[in-house]
């Protein structure tokens, strides 16, 4: 009788008095408040009729209550999906829709809009400040609820990652793909109970909930619980905190703070990037002023992470580390699938226990990227070094990754496409000194028909979260192809590369 992820993480804390959560200026939850906490919620979702693996939608503003709805779901069997707060009302939909929740949370300024959308699951609120009908039920039970048996394969969440053509895709994510992997990272980062993280980051992916709630809670650590990254905020904790964990654009952001620098990070072991490319530079220039190196990390919603720099060793700039404990890495050729000798360029694969166990209801494109014998096709391009670290150096597919969070081109490319007069567009990334690239749509008119950007933009926006709009769109006559007709975005990326107007 066990929960494989619950009990390791948040059950054997149930009556401990140490501090797991310190929110921004309000009460820190202790690890045993936390864990009766998610018992309540426990009981209102059994109330609503909700069983082993039903789903729980939650599209609200971090808290620590949102943060007790992921360890409710677990303790009870069921599979959160966590969904940004920036989606629209038809990203939504589609979520909904697809992995058929029988529970959704979200804030109570939603929830007209939501009802509309429910696809007959129960709608419960919770604002921002930790009020709503969820926390209402919740005071009303005991915080008595049994924990339920789980196994080392079922779902303890789903999360979606855009296709690169077609509709999103749900990477089913396990108890164990979970454990284990916080596991690994836990042991390598060398985590221990007197730790304090700086958590600055969403909680509705998997770097701020997985590879951040997991790897702390396991260790019995404490956090500084922030609701979202700002700069200032996090300088004045930085004293309070012995690690950090974020995407490049936090490294950027503190690098522009003059007052950054030994002193703000005496006190920190350790600062992990990760979830997009940290660039060389700045892992020199955080050396230069502070004297931490950064350890990048690697990895991918479908498989958690998979690649780390060393604690003790050589942390490289430009490189992603070694292979996780118990996770193989290989690289492919991408046209065959053949094991490519060490130091040649292409495919990076993935197996071990963190591979998740496929897309929702999804069973083409399971069968399309994960092989039969464990290997995950992860559209990134790499090479190995001679001393064994992982670079990447490319991707495959067609993504681009604004401040960590995934933009798909198509997705952008379908509605520009749709709208009157556009015979068709392209969507791309350019560099982005704050946010590492930025979006860009370049479109072609129908004969005969003048297209104002402006208008498009507007076109468009009402379906896009605000971080997948395009930072500029521009009008072209047409755009560039290859012998094969194929769009050259090398080219269009090249072309409006240069900070200051782009042609068009
Ligand atoms: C905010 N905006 C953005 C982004 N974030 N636009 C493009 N890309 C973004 N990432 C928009 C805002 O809506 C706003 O629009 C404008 O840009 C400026 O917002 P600002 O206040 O500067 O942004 P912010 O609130 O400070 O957010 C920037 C951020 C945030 C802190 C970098 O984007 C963030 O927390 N990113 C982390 C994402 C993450 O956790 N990724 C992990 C997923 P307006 O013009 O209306 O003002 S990947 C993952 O989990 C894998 C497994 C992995 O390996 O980790
Ligand atoms: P997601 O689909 O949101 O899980 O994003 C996963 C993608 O983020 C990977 O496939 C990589 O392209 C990218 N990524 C994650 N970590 C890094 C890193 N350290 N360096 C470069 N790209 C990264």
Redesign the pocket.
């Known amino acids: 009788m066990s929960n494989v992820l619950f009990d390791p993480l948040f059950g054997r804390h149930a009556d401990s008095n140490a501090p797991f959560l310190m929110p921004d200026g309000a009460a820190t939850l202790s690890y045993g408040t936390f864990v009766s906490l998610s018992a309540r919620l426990a009981q209102v979702f059994a109330g609503l009729g909700l069983i082993k693996g039903d789903r729980v939608a939650l599209q609200v503003a971090k808290s620590p209550v949102a943060l007790a709805v992921y360890a409710a779901c677990l303790r009870s069997g069921l599979v959160l999906l966590p969904l940004n707060t920036a989606y629209t009302t038809s990203e939504l939909s589609y979520f909904i829709g697809d992995a058929d929740p029988g529970l959704v949370i979200c804030d109570e300024r939603q929830a007209t809009a939501m009802a509309d959308i429910l696809n007959g699951a129960a709608l419960h609120t919770l604002n921002a400040d930790g009020s709503g009908s969820l926390t209402d039920a919740a005071a009303g039970m005991q915080g008595t609820h049994t924990v339920m048996d789980c196994a080392a394969d079922d779902l303890a969440a789903i999360l979606y ?1 855009s296709g690169t053509t077609g509709r999103s895709k749900g990477a089913m994510l396990t108890h164990a793909n979970l454990l284990s992997n916080a596991q690994a990272l836990a042991d390598l980062w060398q985590f221990n109970a007197d730790d304090v993280l700086l958590h600055a980051l969403p909680i509705f ?2 770097h701020g909930l997985f590879v951040a709630v997991n790897v702390l809670a396991l260790s019995g650590a404490a956090m500084l619980f922030h609701t979202g990254f700002n700069v200032e905020n996090l300088l004045r904790d930085l004293p309070c905190a012995t690690v950090l964990m974020g995407v490049p654009t936090f490294y950027t952001r503190l690098l522009a703070k003059p007052g950054f620098n030994r002193d703000a990070t005496s006190h920190m072991r350790l600062f992990v ?6 660039l060389a530079d700045t892992h020199t220039q955080f050396e230069d002023r502070t004297g931490h190196r950064i350890l ?7 498989t958690n992470m998979n690649a780390s720099n060393p604690c003790d060793g050589e942390r490289r700039p430009g490189t ?1 580390g070694f292979a996780l404990p118990g996770t193989e890495l290989r690289i492919t050729d991408s046209d065959t699938g053949a094991e490519l000798p060490q130091g040649q360029t292409g495919m990076i694969e993935v197996r071990g226990p963190n591979v998740f166990h496929g897309y929702w209801r999804m069973p083409e494109k399971t069968a399309a990227e994960l092989r039969a014998n464990g290997f995950f096709i ?3 391009l790499g090479q190995i070094d001679p001393d064994g670290y992982l670079m ?1 150096v490319g ?1 495959q ?1 067609d ?1 681009i ?1 604004s401040g960590g ?2 933009i798909y081109p198509k997705e952008i490319e379908v509605l520009l496409d749709a709208l009157p007069g556009v015979a068709e567009s392209a969507v791309f990334g350019v560099a982005d000194a704050d946010f590492g690239e930025a979006t860009i749509g370049v479109v072609v008119p129908e004969p005969g028909c003048p297209l104002d950007p402006a208008a498009l933009l507007a076109g468009i926006t009402p379906h896009l979260a605000r971080f997948k709009h395009p930072r500029r769109i521009v009008v072209v006559d047409d755009l560039p192809r290859n012998a094969m007709g194929k769009v050259q975005k090398n080219i269009l990326r090249q072309t409006y590369a240069a900070p200051g107007e782009p042609p068009g």
């Not at 990048?296 to 479908?302: A, L």
Request: without cysteine; neutral net charge; hydrophobic residues 25%.
């Open positions: 990652t992916h998997t990037s990760g979830s997009a490319p940290l990048e990390r690697y990895g991918m919603t479908e992603v992860t559209g990134d990447i991707r597919k993504l990754i969070y995934n």
